[in-house]
């Protein structure tokens, strides 16, 4: 009896043991693991063409995210650039987008080029800063106005792009037809800029997203030519009347460029970063606000990040803005009452 009794303590002990062993490791084994170094999490943000603007700015956010926003990495995408843009973020292909304000809204709206995949949840983060429109020829192409663009050869921008939706208002509102009245292109940004040099092209639209637009200053700085830059807000009523109040009147100062000695009135149009509408809140207050923190790495990047301020980025959009961007919005005291 008393070695039954003793067998029987022993394995209630190691019973005890085995649970205790059990409960310990069981709650321990969560902390080892929350504890583990996680992957960082990889944010694709879609700009447009080597030789614009929303590349470069593009390129500076990215690097500001992935320095000083914890656990996430990101990337700036090359792409054909708005509306291309914004059906990238219809398929959650990226995270966030640049977008003109009038193509940012016939998506979000689903009309225009966006009447087949129907609306796109866009959201906006910032307005970042008007976009002045290009058009560029050369001295002595014969072209000192849209109208002069009849029979030439023409490159209206790349195909799905932002910039060849505004050339193909500005023709139609200069009364051209682009399939008629001129030998078009669709060109990219940096394609654009060559073709006109080499004198392929007689002139090319141009999304030039900030001032100065890389593509055209280097145009303007080839040797042995002179750029010319058309003005073009003669046309801005007629466009306003059909498509809404998606542009303003904007001047292009002169010496913006190489020899460009006198001032150019065009229109413009807002440049916003978009994001889907299912972005986290957490994570769209965490991107403004990293954004808007480090601002002056972004004026290294480019001249045109200087018009980025808490101030305009709550200005003129054309598509609701994310929760995440408004909460941050309202701490700094920006934010439209």
């Given amino acids: 009896m008393k070695e039954k009794e003793r067998q029987r303590k022993e394995r209630l002990c190691a019973a005890a043991i085995f649970f205790f062993a059990m409960t ?18 990889t ?19 990215a690097a500001v995210i992935s320095k000083y926003l914890p656990g996430v990495q990101a990337n700036a995408e090359v792409t054909a650039a708005a509306v291309d843009n914004c059906k990238l973020i219809m398929s959650r292909q990226v995270d966030m987008a640049f977008c003109n304000g009038d193509v940012a809204y016939d998506a979000y709206a689903g009309v225009e080029r966006f009447k087949a995949t129907g609306k796109v949840p866009v959201r906006a983060l910032a307005v970042l800063y008007s976009s002045p429109f290009h058009v560029a020829t050369l001295e002595g192409a ?33 009364g051209l ?20 040099r080499d ?56 010496g913006t460029y190489p020899g460009m000695t006198q001032p150019v009135p ?40 200087e018009n980025i301020t808490l101030e305009s980025a709550v200005l003129g959009s054309s598509v609701p803005y994310h929760p995440g961007a408004i909460k941050y919005y309202k701490e700094k005291g920006v934010w439209p009452k």
Wanted: with cysteine; hydrophobic share 45%.
């Fill in 24 to 41: 310990f490791f069981g709650f321990l084994y969560p902390t080892f693991s929350l504890a583990q170094p996680k992957s960082a999490r």
């Fill in 43 to 61: 944010l694709s943000i879609a700009t447009g063409g080597t030789g614009g603007v929303y590349y470069v700015v593009g390129g500076g956010i």
């Fill in 142 to 174: 014969g072209i000192d106005k849209v109208a002069d663009l009849k029979g030439k050869r023409v490159s209206t921008g790349a195909p799905g792009s932002g910039a060849e939706i505004i050339a193909l208002r500005i023709l139609e509102a200069a």
């Fill in 177 to 196: 037809d682009p399939s008629k009245d001129i030998r078009r292109e669709r060109l990219s940004v940096a394609e654009c800029a060559s073709a006109v």
């Fill in 199 to 254: 004198r392929k092209i007689d002139a090319a639209f141009v999304g030039a997203l900030g001032l100065p637009a890389a593509a055209v200053l280097d145009l303007a700085s080839a040797p042995g030519i002179k750029m010319k830059l058309i003005p073009h807000d003669e046309v801005l009523e007629k466009i306003t009347k059909k498509y809404g109040p998606s542009y303003v009147r904007v001047v292009i100062p002169k």
């Fill in 266 to 305: 065009v229109i413009a149009v807002a440049t916003i970063l978009l994001c889907h509408g299912q972005m986290e809140e957490r994570m769209g207050y965490e991107l403004v606000k990293t954004i808007f923190e480090h601002r002056d790495d972004l004026k290294l990047v480019h001249k045109e990040a």
